[in-house]
């Protein structure tokens, strides 16, 4: 039997015991429930195995730099530091932002799960990306094609998204169709915008090397050399995404985001999302990725919004 007394430094007290959404003491005592643990003012006061304390203690270091590190700590997160993930995680914290974006800015994975989409597009050429809203799916998608351009990996970017109207028609909007679907492919603008110099952005896009277009418009063509992104892919038909799969061609990538949970497609039509993900999940060189509310990235309260939802019989 060994005993630990941790003293937590480098970051307020308050900080790592005063969580509103979650209990961090008691996540730590689920991980470790061989162990005689308590809490006291600054300290961790643990009793148990040699092996388990040198543990504990190595997971309460890693926990205690990424509370320091980040604002974004998340129970989720807390759980994968106390399971000894933490090293991993850290790793990427330091030292592997996705790219560096307008004025420098580190574009970085920010949750486990958005960690697991930048690894699995290292050994896989095709990846679907599946979960709720704000967890940040479109953006390290972006980032992901648009680091892929900038290191020659791809000749270009196609992002694409298919024209549902979620509850607005699109035909009483003024202007051409271009005019039309701009506002509703206003989020893809808005992230590739922290990414490319407005200057660059536009030279791209007039030269087609970044191309923002409806889903319908991927029809009849094979895609090569290229990082493809289908965003709100939940609100595609199974011929239309049967139809974008096929549009692969050599040297792509292609990633599928959607959320089950926000479907727009009229009623008894099947979404190809979810249709795909059931057909494709054993084929060699498709990864699934899933992420969850623990992984939204957004204001603290979207995460309550989204549970608050799944508690009413309309949230699908």
């Known amino acids: 039997m060994k005993k630990l007394e941790y003293f937590i430094k480098d970051i307020h007290p308050i900080d790592f015991f005063d969580k509103n959404d979650f209990d961090i003491i008691k996540i730590i005592k689920q991980n470790f429930p061989r162990l005689k643990i308590i809490f006291k003012g600054d300290r961790v006061i643990a009793n148990g195995e040699n092996s388990l304390i040198i543990e504990l203690r190595k997971r309460l270091d890693s926990l205690i730099f990424i509370i320091k590190e980040t604002d974004n700590i998340n129970e ?175 040297n792509a990538k292609f990633m599928i985001n959607g959320d089950p949970g926000q479907i727009d497609l009229p009623n008894k039509i099947i979404s190809g999302l979810k249709e795909a993900k059931n057909i494709l999940q054993n084929i060699e060189g498709i990864e699934m990725i899933y992420l969850d509310d623990g992984d939204v990235i957004r204001h603290r309260i979207v995460k309550k919004i989204i549970d608050a939802y799944k508690e009413t019989k309309d949230f699908n």
């Open 76 to 250: 989720k997160i807390i759980n994968s530091i106390m399971s000894g993930n933490g090293d991993k995680l850290i790793a990427y914290m330091n030292e592997k932002v996705i790219l560096y974006g307008v004025g420098k800015k580190k574009i970085k994975a920010h949750t486990l799960n958005q960690i697991k989409i930048v690894e699995a597009f290292e050994n896989n050429d095709m990846v679907f990306v599946i979960g709720p809203a704000g967890t940040g799916k479109t953006y390290t998608g972006i980032a992901i094609a648009v680091k892929a351009l900038k290191e020659k990996q791809v000749n270009k970017i196609i992002l694409t998204r298919p024209a549902i109207e979620a509850g607005e028609s699109l035909g009483y909007l003024p202007g051409d169709m271009k005019e039309k679907l701009d506002p509703y492919m206003q989020p893809l603008y808005d992230a590739l915008k922290e990414m490319i110099t407005i200057e660059k952005l536009d030279d791209y896009m007039h030269r087609g090397i970044i191309e923002i277009a409806p889903l319908a418009y991927m029809r009849g063509r094979t895609l090569d050399n290229a990082f493809v992104l289908l965003d709100e892919g939940q609100n595609a038909t199974h011929n239309q995404m049967k139809m974008f799969l096929t549009r692969m061609g050599n």
